[in-house]
């Protein structure tokens, strides 16, 4: 049987059939992905009488390129290749209370700003769209003209913005109750060359939990936990 996947004309005349599901898979072309991590972070702390005061900054760079043969075959018929840079500061301050307490809290705040430049280009031949050779049969003949196609080329923003806070209460020596809230606000954008255009976007949530533990041994412990949670995006 035959199972449309495109176009009529595009190609094989978008159907997957016997002879296109038993042509042997070949990369006449190398497939290759290169990805360089960049990674650094600083850690400080000032012990006060009352807690402790901590930074962490941290810094990232990820650098990724690739090339695919998108066609399979013995013959040179579609490619691709993408290049990718992605670029992130982060920087967390917050204040924590000994631990050696009965009421223990932890508060901060959280800043984070990344941006990620995408760009990708592949090139077919012309005789996917029907200007010479013959792509419509196994095996394909191509028509040796490679069309350049520039698909995407668009740069990422993402700052994000976050405040919590944490406290523990021991209400009896077994019991231990915890309060905690987050807030998160990260506001995204894309500009995209190609089409001239700029989007942009801002999504926030408020993030509270709530739990509560009882503590039978040092070791054995039940607890009922509310929390709610949020992925941006």
């Known amino acids: 049987s035959d199972l449309l996947i495109g176009p009529p004309g595009a190609g094989t005349n978008g159907l997957i059939n016997s002879d296109t599901a038993d042509a042997p898979i070949s990369h006449n072309s190398?497939?290759?992905?290169?990805?360089?991590i960049y990674e650094g972070s600083l850690t400080t702390s000032y012990e006060t009488g009352v807690g402790?005061?901590?930074?962490?900054?941290?810094?990232?760079?990820?650098?990724?390129?690739?090339?695919?043969?998108?066609?399979?075959t013995q013959v040179n018929i579609a490619t691709a290749d993408q290049e990718r840079d992605t670029r992130g500061t982060s920087e967390e301050v917050r204040f924590t209370s000994p631990d050696n307490q009965r009421f223990r809290y932890i508060a901060g705040v959280y800043t984070q700003y990344t941006k990620r430049f995408v760009n990708t280009d592949a090139g077919i031949d012309a005789c996917l769209l029907g200007l010479g050779g013959n792509c419509s049969v196994i095996p394909q003949i191509p028509s040796g003209l490679i069309?350049?196609?520039h698909?995407?080329?668009?740069?990422?923003?993402?700052?994000?913005?976050?405040g919590f806070a944490q406290s523990n209460f021991d209400v009896t020596n077994q019991v231990e109750l915890t309060t905690a809230l987050r807030y998160d606000q990260d506001n995204r954008s894309q500009s995209d060359e190609l089409l001239a255009r700029t989007d942009a976007a801002k999504f926030d949530a408020w993030q509270p939990k709530v739990p509560i533990a009882y503590k039978y041994t040092p070791e054995d412990m039940e607890y009922v936990t509310h929390a709610e949670g949020y992925k941006s995006g």
């Open 30 to 36: 190398p497939d290759v992905s290169h990805r360089k």
């Open 52 to 72: 402790t005061l901590t930074s962490i900054t941290a810094y990232d760079r990820i650098d990724f390129s690739m090339a695919q043969d998108l066609d399979f």
């Open 147 to 149: 069309i350049p196609l």
């Open 151 to 162: 698909l995407a080329q668009n740069v990422n923003y993402d700052h994000q913005y976050a």
